[in-house]
């Protein structure tokens, strides 16, 4: 079983950068595909960007081209960096991961092991 755990998160403005990290612990992320979710406020958990053993991605279509997914699997954790952050982009961030390294899934039903989330809040 493998533990997450996500840090990075904090309050900036409209326009800043940020890089979460997602760190695991009890096995090695190469045997798993890895994922970003977020939820705000009276919303449903949704899909930010997926990443498999390979460095294959997936981004939802919100972020693409201001958030990248990254994995360093010899340290064992996952990155979402954030630029150009939006109001909207306020959220609990959490990771998640499936073992299966080669399919990186979009749906939340699909991954096995979750991070408790790190907050995101971007004021305008």
């Known amino acids: 079983q493998v533990q997450l755990v996500e840090s990075g998160g904090g309050l900036v403005q409209a326009g800043d950068s940020l890089r979460l990290s997602c760190a695991a612990s009890?096995?090695?992320?190469?045997?798993?595909?890895m994922a970003w979710f977020r939820q705000a406020p009276g919303k449903e958990r949704e899909f930010v960007a997926a990443?498999?053993?390979?460095?294959?991605?997936y981004y939802a279509d919100f972020v693409k081209g201001r958030f990248t997914i990254s994995r360093d699997n010899a340290k064992n954790t996952m990155y979402l960096q954030m630029n150009s952050l939006k109001p909207d982009d306020t959220a609990d961030y959490h990771c998640?991961?499936?073992?299966?390294?080669?399919?990186?899934?979009?749906?939340?039903?699909?991954?096995?092991?979750w991070g408790q989330g790190t907050q995101v809040t971007v004021s305008s």
């Open positions: 998640a991961a499936r073992p299966d390294p080669l399919t990186a899934a979009t749906t939340t039903t699909r991954y096995d092991y």
């Open positions: 009890g096995r090695d992320i190469s045997a798993y595909a």
């Open positions: 990443i498999n053993w390979t460095g294959i991605r």
